[in-house]
């Protein structure tokens, strides 16, 4: 059960209006590491937890916090595109068009910097959307629910890192003391993320339920242990050979790293089975497609 508190976690409205502004804040919400994305997985990773209650309460919690975010976007957004009729802006690309022109800078590019989201206006009548700053629609293929809570806090810790990695450009892209004072306190939730992602991987590590590699419960004799811990250079130069995963022990202390140089393959190669005659694909030759079964065309019954 959801309940649902009229005051936002935290604001400071806007001082102007910016649709242009408004259309980059939407990759916050609905881009492929915006509140809508990290919202899903922590919920469904929690719904879906298994493991101590410790861990299916915590994801819960973190999920719910980021509903409030999303709508803390939204209100911003809906300020950002308050009072900020479409001629204004168009006045405004204007004046920039020609002082591009008088430069010699190309025009394009100052009419597509000035341009707000059209969707706000005819689709959301000035609100926000479920989409990105380029208006593709947020989708559920962004989030990862494995049900392995160390490849899921992995993931969530990546997903964090992006997030405030954004959040901090879209910080540096605008002058309005209102959106930078929220951007601020969203930016230190996302600090506070990082930092809860990695306190819960040590912990789940700790416990024993889970380690490196992942899923630890796989037995590692039946994977060919003698290429589990080299590092093969697949590159011209050998600068790759310096870092800590060319040599010493490996970090889960199961093995220990190698340098391969040149690696060489170790398979055949291939030969591609001949395509069934009736898939009518192109063989090497036809005795050969002939040989790999009938060329008989299919029966069809009829009926009536």
């Not at 915590?58 to 916090?65: I, R, S």
């Not at 809570?149 to 540096?172: C, I, K, M």
């Amino acid at each position: 059960m959801f309940y649902h508190s009229k005051k936002l976690q935290y604001f400071k409205p806007p001082e102007k209006p910016d649709p242009v502004y408004a259309m980059k804040i939407q990759e916050l919400i609905g881009g492929t590491f915006g509140e809508m994305t990290v919202m899903m997985q922590y919920l469904f990773q929690g719904w879906n937890c298994r493991g101590p209650a410790k861990y299916r309460d915590m994801l819960l919690d973190v999920g719910t916090e980021e509903i409030g975010h999303i709508e803390m976007l939204a209100t911003t957004i809906a300020h950002l595109l308050d009072k900020a009729p479409v001629k204004v802006q168009e006045e405004g690309a204007k004046d920039a068009v020609v002082g591009a022109v008088m430069g010699g800078t190309n025009p394009r590019e100052v009419i597509m910097n000035a341009a707000m989201n059209p969707q706000h206006a005819i689709v959301s009548g000035l609100g926000a959307t479920p989409s990105d700053s380029v208006g593709y629609p947020w989708n559920g293929r962004f989030i990862v629910a494995s049900g392995n809570l160390l490849a899921d806090f992995r993931s969530n810790l990546h997903a964090e890192s992006q997030g405030r990695l954004q959040a901090v450009r879209l910080y540096e892209m605008t002058n309005d003391p209102g959106v930078k004072d929220t951007l601020s306190f969203m930016i230190a939730r996302d600090t506070m993320h990082q930092n809860l992602w990695l306190a819960a991987i040590e912990d789940l590590e700790q416990s024993g339920l889970e380690s490196t590699p992942v899923p630890s419960s796989f037995p590692l004799e039946l994977e060919k242990r003698e290429f589990a811990y080299q590092f093969w250079n697949h590159s011209e130069g050998n600068e790759s050979e310096e870092g800590r995963w060319a040599k010493g022990p490996s970090i889960d202390g199961k093995g220990e790293f190698e340098y391969v140089a040149n690696p060489q393959p170790l398979g055949p190669e291939p030969q591609p089975p001949q395509p069934e005659a009736q898939l009518h694909g192109t063989p090497q030759n036809r005795q050969a497609q002939q040989g790999n079964g009938s060329s008989a065309p299919p029966v069809v019954q009829r009926i009536g």
